[in-house]
């Protein structure tokens, strides 16, 4: 996991000062949890690109992808790609997003997605990023969970053009397919193509 040393900071302040009077490039994630595509998207693409230029983009995960839901005795029932257990991997993503900041939650859905069962691995990856995993397992397993789900849901659902596949990725609240191709195999090259203020160095290795 990434590495935090703090004596440092003061080094760098004056490129992250820089980095920061630009509008972060802001990359909207839509994603199943036990979906291969998904998985290899966050652990190949984003978490890699994450660890190099964190300070030029800003990212919003919204796990819940082809899924769907019904209303039945005022309980949200829902019916996930994958089956159940993706159904529990989302709402598990989605709690630990509700109750922790980016920062946080990044690292901790790209242990989970790294993982051969995200939805097993979960726990660990909680503890291995210091969330706290009883808050996050006892949303997941609760009403409260459902209705982050639901939400998640009906966000997904209100876009347009709608989900076609998962990850659907929108680069500054746009989807284009170039960008969608892109960012499967260079998703490095397209935040650092989409960023309007002073690239960092690892931009320059991103062709």
């Known amino acids: 996991m990434k590495d935090f040393y703090l004596p440092l900071c003061l080094m760098f302040l004056p490129m992250v000062t820089m980095y920061e009077t630009a509008d972060l490039v802001q990359v909207s994630v839509y994603y199943e949890s036990l979906c291969p595509d998904s998985k290899d998207f966050i652990a190949n693409q984003l978490w890699p690109a994450y660890e190099t230029v964190e ?3 800003n990212t919003t995960f919204v796990p819940f992808g082809n899924a ?3 209303n039945v005795n005022e309980t949200w029932q829902f019916h996930c790609q994958h089956g159940p257990r993706e159904c529990l ?6 709690c630990a997003l509700k109750y922790y900041e980016q920062n946080e939650t990044t690292a901790f859905i790209s ?4 993982a051969k069962d995200p939805v097993n691995e979960s726990e660990q990856c909680a503890i291995n990023n210091h969330l706290n995993w009883n808050t996050i ?6 009403e409260e969970g459902n209705s982050v789900l639901h939400d998640n849901g009906v966000i997904t659902l209100d876009l347009d053009p709608k989900v076609a596949w998962v990850p659907w990725i929108i680069i500054n609240n746009v989807y284009s397919d170039a960008n969608e191709q892109l960012a499967q195999t260079n998703f490095l090259k397209l935040v ?6 002073t690239k960092p160095e690892a931009c320059n290795n991103s062709q």
């Open 111 to 114: 242990c989970s997605m790294s």
């Open 68 to 70: 769907n839901f019904t």
């Open 89 to 94: 991997g989302n709402k598990i993503h989605g």
């Open 192 to 197: 650092c193509d989409n960023y309007n203020g």
């Open 137 to 142: 397992n006892n949303c997941a397993n609760s």
């Open 55 to 57: 300070n030029i983009f």
